[in-house]
């Protein structure tokens, strides 16, 4: 059964802190509830909490730490919000990149377990100190190689504006690193033979 919301009680979720410097509040705008009139809110709170909770403090935090500032472009979905940009983008709408719900649950929607039953949750975030100084073809790679061997992260996803990317915690992580951004593909993942080990010399250099 959905969750009955009201401001009071949107207000207090939205002050529900997942981390030392990140709420709630801070993950549920959405450019398509937004635009279309819907209201990007769980149908399970306590689920969204805890997913939430172990994304920020298992990956965004430290990434913070470690980088500065981090901008969240996009983060929880309802399943509605993400059913609907689905739906448009089979039919083609630009704009509207969200996958199925069914691939979505325990990746942007948060308050939904997978269909093993593993809880997860997703952000798409930009680092702009990494941005602004490594821009040229492929450096998104140096990032994506220093969460690797730093951060308990599922999945990696990056995007060319930015180096925006795609961070995902999972109950059961995947460990893989895919992107839109060139070289496009898989950079790694278990079984592939760059996966394990220190991969310093890739990321050596690109702290602030």
């Given at each position: 059964?959905k969750?009955?919301?009201?401001?009071?009680?949107?207000?207090?979720?939205?002050?529900?802190?997942?981390?030392k410097?990140l709420?709630?509040?801070?993950?549920?705008?959405?450019?398509?509830?937004?635009i279309?009139?819907?209201?990007n809110l769980?149908d399970?709170?306590?689920?969204?909490?805890?997913?939430?909770?172990?994304?920020?403090?298992?990956l965004l935090e430290?990434?913070?730490?470690?980088f500065?500032r981090?901008?969240?472009r996009s983060?929880?979905?309802?399943?509605?919000?993400?059913?609907?940009g689905n739906?448009?983008?089979?039919?083609?709408n630009?704009?509207y990149?969200?996958?199925a719900?069914?691939?979505?649950?325990a990746?942007h929607?948060?308050?939904?377990?997978?269909?093993?039953?593993?809880?997860g949750?997703?952000?798409?975030?930009v680092?702009?100190?990494?941005?602004?100084?490594?821009?040229?073809?492929?450096?998104?790679q140096?990032?994506s190689?220093?969460?690797?061997d730093?951060l308990?992260?599922s999945?990696?996803?990056?995007?060319?504006?930015?180096?925006?990317?795609?961070?995902?915690?999972h109950?059961?992580p995947?460990r893989?690193?895919?992107?839109y951004?060139?070289p496009?593909?898989?950079?790694?993942?278990?079984g592939?033979?760059n996966?394990?080990?220190?991969?310093s010399?890739?990321?050596s250099?690109?702290?602030?």
């Open positions: 059964m969750k009955s919301w009201s401001v009071a009680t949107l207000t207090d979720f939205g002050r529900v802190r997942l981390s410097t709420f709630m509040r801070d993950f549920l705008f959405s450019d398509i509830a937004s279309h009139g819907f209201n769980p399970d709170p306590d689920l969204a909490i805890a997913a939430g909770t172990r994304l920020c403090e298992d430290p990434l913070q730490d470690a500065g981090i901008a969240i983060a929880f979905r309802s399943a509605e919000v993400n059913g609907f739906q448009m983008q089979r039919a083609g630009k704009g990149t969200c996958a719900n069914e691939a979505n649950y990746g929607i948060w308050d939904r377990r997978d269909a093993d039953g593993f809880m949750a997703t952000a798409c975030v680092v702009p100190s990494f941005w602004d100084r490594f821009q040229g073809e492929g450096e998104w140096k990032l190689w220093w969460i690797h730093h308990p992260y999945s990696l996803y990056f995007f060319p504006t930015y180096w925006a990317f795609n961070i995902s915690w109950e059961r995947e893989r690193i895919d992107s951004a060139t496009k593909g898989c950079l790694t993942k278990p592939m033979a996966h394990a080990g220190s991969h010399g890739e990321w250099g690109i702290l602030p």
